[in-house]
């Protein structure tokens, strides 16, 4: 008998197991498309099976708990034992045992493509990180949807007591994730995830650049400004003066656009309020300017202030040389409300204790 964890609480695994699996700043950094041989479905063994599936509450404790492997404990205790939790699994059409006080039964015929159950332990598979966004489109709106993209694409800082910069591993790609979705075609929502994993861009590096990345790169017509994407947290390679001027070998740009030469940086104040921290970023602009690529900064008061914001990002596009589209009448009620649904998945959706409703087979 085989227990598929699904949903949110397979969503919670894979937070805990990317902040386990952390990496470097550097790393980060560094990463390539190419680079995923640090997803979990290259980690594990990964298979199509829906099959034998545990249903009753008896066979879902007994097969928790007779997990043996330590880490993966580790895993189950912080995505499970939050208080008030509630159990999603995934078992097959048919299956006649009705919802309990802490088990959500999403039942299911679909057939499924391969890799979307991750075997981590005996008897153990979670969904992976493309089903889960697949199955949590039925209940996000568009905007919270494509957070959950950009998290489960990302790569958020982990706050560390001994100071270490390390970020949780990335779970998946955009491009994965676009393929995945266009092999579910009879998957509720599944046009909608479809949709938005198209416009998720990988390697943010946290909710608000998540945030400012979803209001400018989103196509207008779902309430984005329509600007033309950029590359997220892209090393940028200096030329040998301003190397020997600045003593940075390169620098990070949180939004880069290489052919315009244009950079645009959100500066947090948190992230930037250091002395040390200061004098990195006027070295930082220093280079930029001998290299001849032009900075834009995007401060949070600015980005809270809708109109500001705007009008940065619609300066950004004519910048790239792609002006803004013309938007028609509504437009700034919908990217209002996409602002705010992003911004409610992160106030909410990344801590909220579960409450069981909602989420879609």
């Known amino acids: 008998m085989n227990l598929y964890l699904s949903h949110r609480s397979a969503l919670m695994f894979w937070r805990a197991?990317?902040?386990?699996?952390?990496?470097?700043?550097?790393?980060?950094?560094?990463?390539?498309?190419?680079?995923?041989?640090?997803?979990?479905?290259?980690?594990?063994?990964?298979?199509?099976?829906?099959?034998?599936?545990?249903?009753?509450?008896?066979?879902?404790?007994?097969?928790?708990?007779?997990?043996?492997?330590?880490?993966?404990?580790?895993?189950?205790r912080a995505c499970l034992e939050e208080e008030g939790a509630l159990v999603h699994v995934l078992v097959e059409r048919g299956e006649g045992t009705r919802n309990s006080r802490k088990i959500v039964?999403?039942?299911?015929?679909?057939?499924?493509?391969?890799?979307?159950?991750?075997?981590?332990?005996?008897?153990?598979?979670?969904?992976?990180?493309?089903?889960?966004?697949?199955?949590?489109?039925?209940?996000?709106?568009?905007?919270?949807?494509?957070?959950?993209?950009?998290?489960?694409?990302?790569?958020?800082?982990?706050?560390?007591?001994?100071?270490?910069?390390?970020?949780?591993?990335?779970?998946?790609?955009?491009?994965?994730?676009?393929?995945?979705?266009a092999q579910m075609e009879k998957a509720r929502c599944v046009k909608v995830a479809r949709v938005a994993a198209r416009q998720v861009r990988a390697k943010s590096g946290s909710p608000m650049e998540t945030e400012l990345a979803i209001a400018a790169f989103t196509s207008v017509q779902r309430g984005g400004l329509g600007v033309e994407p950029a590359s997220l947290n892209a090393p940028i390679a200096l030329s040998r003066a301003a190397r020997r001027a600045t003593g940075l070998n390169r620098v990070v740009g949180d939004f880069y656009w290489r052919e315009a030469r244009f950079l645009i940086e959100y500066d947090g104040r948190e992230a930037h309020a250091s002395e040390?921290?200061?004098?990195?970023?006027s070295r930082k602009r220093d280079a930029l300017a001998m290299d001849g690529i032009e900075l834009m900064t995007v401060t949070a008061p600015q980005f809270r202030n809708v109109t500001q914001s705007i009008a940065l990002l619609d300066n950004a596009a004519r910048r790239i040389g792609k002006p803004k589209r013309k938007r028609k009448q509504g437009h700034l009620q919908k990217h209002m409300a996409l602002r705010a649904q992003a911004r409610r998945y992160h106030r909410e959706s990344l801590s909220q204790k579960d409450g069981g409703h909602g989420l879609g087979a």
Request: aromatic content about 10%; some cysteine; hydrophobic content about 45%.
């Open 17 to 76: 197991w990317s902040a386990s699996r952390a990496i470097s700043l550097r790393a980060f950094h560094d990463l390539r498309k190419t680079d995923g041989s640090l997803f979990p479905g290259r980690l594990y063994d990964a298979t199509a099976a829906l099959r034998t599936c545990a249903s009753s509450d008896e066979d879902v404790r007994n097969l928790l708990c007779h997990v043996a492997d330590s880490e993966v404990k580790a895993w189950m």
């Open 105 to 181: 039964r999403h039942r299911s015929a679909l057939v499924y493509p391969r890799g979307a159950f991750i075997g981590v332990a005996p008897h153990l598979f979670i969904c992976s990180p493309e089903l889960v966004f697949v199955q949590m489109a039925a209940s996000l709106s568009f905007g919270e949807l494509l957070a959950l993209g950009y998290e489960l694409c990302g790569c958020y800082p982990l706050d560390r007591p001994d100071g270490a910069a390390l970020m949780r591993r990335p779970l998946t790609s955009p491009a994965r994730l676009a393929a995945f979705c």
């Open 276 to 281: 040390h921290r200061r004098a990195h970023d």
